[in-house]
């Protein structure tokens, strides 16, 4: 099966991450344990997600490692540079891991252009991927994020996010099993 090849592939470098996060007392990979509830997100929010689909959800963050955020400089600048080489970077590795398992040209593209996420708000599977990668950071990742700012920055923060997801991301969004404080937190972004 040549998209559960992908997924194993895919799988394999983000096991790599030195990075770990602990989950029901065991360390995970931190990219591997990301990669795997962006394919669990993406499935419960589109269950008949494209092979495409599903291959640049799992690479969304394929070996971030490699590229820390603090090899940049540390303004919005610096910030927007390191995103727009990582979105380069993993749609490289992730094209160079498919073309090993012999995807077609056409297939490579069309997940190297989902991974650059270069037309969401017009382009529908890359919306969905922008729906799930904001769905996975409200669950997952935002109560630490928020922890480490004032109030302020992350109300902005919910609001950019709000404003990059479809309506039907907003619904699921809602959905989520957020803590009192990020639900307060939601709430005063949206009022």
């Not at 394919?39 to 690479?59: G, K, N, V, W, Y």
């Not at 927007?80 to 297939?107: P, V």
């Not at 890359?126 to 004032?150: G, N, R, T, W």
Request: include cysteine; proline fraction near 5%; glycine fraction near 4%.
């Amino acid at each position: 099966m040549p998209l559960q090849e992908a997924l194993e592939a895919i799988d394999a470098h983000n096991a790599q991450d030195p990075n770990h996060e602990e989950v029901n007392g065991n360390k995970v990979p931190k990219e591997l344990l990301y990669s795997q509830r962006m394919t669990q997100q993406l499935l419960h929010f589109e269950p008949e997600a494209s092979e495409a689909l599903q291959i640049a959800a799992r690479a969304q963050h394929i070996c971030r490692w490699k590229s820390p955020r603090d090899a940049y400089p540390q303004d919005r600048v610096g910030y927007l540079k390191w995103r727009e080489d990582l979105k380069k970077m993993h749609a490289e590795l992730t094209g160079s891991i498919l073309e090993g398992l012999h995807y077609s040209k056409e297939a490579i593209e069309r997940v190297r252009f989902l991974i650059r996420k270069k037309m969401i708000k017009k382009e529908e599977e890359s919306q969905i991927l922008e729906d799930v990668i904001c769905l996975v950071f409200l669950q997952y990742y935002f109560e630490h994020f928020a922890s480490k700012h004032p109030d302020e920055k992350i109300i902005d923060i919910i609001q950019k996010t709000w404003s990059k997801m479809s309506p039907k991301g907003h619904r699921s969004a809602l959905k989520l099993p957020l803590s009192e404080r990020t639900k307060d937190l939601v709430g005063k972004a949206l009022a």
